[in-house]
């Protein structure tokens, strides 16, 4: 009960029908307007309110890490010490925690994690517990502890129950048990279990079409996506991407439609579209950082330096391998950590035989 909105807030039809740049609209002109009323404690909560919502829903329309987003989130704060309820401190943290993860900020992340698990587990409150256990799960496997990841994961998942909980896609900007099974899918790959991994990720498209959240459908088409990629299935890259890049541009997505174009410049390289598959991931990893995301930059770097070894770019190949190796160190950004150091390996030994190729 405590994660419906109430009625007759201008924002609620928008939000319901996930209608995010509609929103944006109502919920800024109602900021404005409830500068004419009094200062009382019921107006502060509905500040609260309206702040984190848009907060929320920015990042959706922006991009998680986005200034704009981070100074939605100012303004939400300031008023911290005036909120009353649990469900509603929890939401806001969650949102500032998305923001750090974003910005590969784990620590922070992992902190805030931490102080939503600790005000779940004092409430023994399902609603916030299933939130709580994903938000976990999502920290710790940019981490790279998978097994962890997968124990947070599970809980979530198991306290999830889909009449009572669905409507979190709405409230929490997407839904947990997509978030939670799209999750345990990318460690069951890393974990060695490759077609567990695409049923988990299947599982969790499926259910994304059905409740009809647009974000979520996209989180899960994504993630799926990126398992393909991992097994290089370039024909079910290619076909998801451009799902995922159709829907992007629908519902105005700048972070999907950016990942889209980006797994599909991949395939491009691997279809010997070398050049033109290159110059889209460089743009790629900058228009990321453009929307603050810095989650995932050594990846896409590997991803790019991947690409200029197959077009004998070995030099630009081995500088990003340092780039990325440098920014899991500074971050703590482990997930994807095995794999740089082998493709380090395999773009070193490729420029070895090059140069012994050179001098005979």
């Known amino acids: 009960q405590h994660h419906r909105y109430e009625k007759g807030n201008p924002f609620e039809s928008a939000i319901q029908r996930y209608a995010y740049h509609e929103a944006d609209t109502h919920l800024k002109k109602s900021l404005e307007l409830l500068k004419l009323l009094p200062e009382t404690p019921k107006r502060t909560q509905q500040?609260?309110?309206?702040?984190?919502?848009?907060?929320?829903?920015?990042?959706?329309?922006?991009?998680?890490?986005s200034p704009e987003v981070e100074q939605a989130y100012v303004g939400v704060r300031a008023r911290v010490g005036e909120v009353q309820s649990r469900a509603q401190l929890v939401r806001m943290l969650f949102g500032v925690c998305q923001l750090h993860l974003a910005r590969a900020e784990y620590a922070t992340a992992l902190e805030i994690g931490q102080q939503i698990l600790g005000i779940a587990g004092e409430e023994q409150d399902t609603e916030l517990l299933v939130e709580a256990h994903a938000i976990m799960g999502v920290i710790v496997f940019h981490q790279g502890k998978i097994q962890t990841v997968l124990t947070h994961l599970k809980r979530s998942a198991d306290l999830y129950d889909r009449e009572q909980h669905r409507s979190h896609a709405a409230v929490y900007g997407q839904d947990p048990w997509v978030a939670s099974r799209s999750y345990s899918g990318l460690a069951l790959w890393l974990l060695g279990y490759p077609q567990q991994a695409v049923q988990r990720a299947s599982e969790a498209l499926r259910y994304a079409q059905e409740i009809e959240h647009p974000f979520s459908h996209?989180?899960?088409l994504h993630d799926l996506t990126l398992i393909y990629q991992f097994q290089r299935n370039l024909s079910a890259v290619q076909q998801h991407a451009e799902a995922l890049l159709t829907l992007a541009r629908e519902q105005k997505f700048p972070i999907w439609e950016i990942t889209a174009r980006t797994l599909h410049a991949w395939v491009l390289v691997e279809q010997?579209?070398?050049?033109?598959?290159?110059?889209?991931?460089?743009?790629?990893?900058?228009?990321?950082?453009?929307?603050?995301?810095?989650?995932?930059i050594p990846y896409q770097q590997a991803r790019l330096a991947e690409a200029c070894g197959k077009n004998n770019q070995l030099e630009e190949g081995l500088v990003l391998m340092e780039r990325a190796l440098a920014t899991t160190v500074?971050?703590?950004?482990?997930?994807?950590?095995?794999?740089?150091?082998?493709?380090?390996?395999?773009?070193?030994?490729?420029?070895?035989?090059?140069k012994a190729k050179i001098k005979t």
């Open 330 to 354: 500074r971050t703590g950004e482990g997930w994807w950590e095995a794999e740089l150091y082998r493709l380090k390996g395999e773009l070193t030994l490729q420029q070895e035989k090059q």
């Open 47 to 65: 500040e609260f309110v309206l702040r984190t919502t848009l907060a929320l829903t920015l990042q959706a329309i922006r991009g998680y890490g």
């Open 272 to 296: 010997g579209q070398g050049e033109t598959g290159i110059a889209i991931l460089r743009w790629g990893i900058d228009a990321r950082l453009a929307v603050g995301m810095t989650l995932r």
């Open 218 to 220: 996209a989180f899960a």
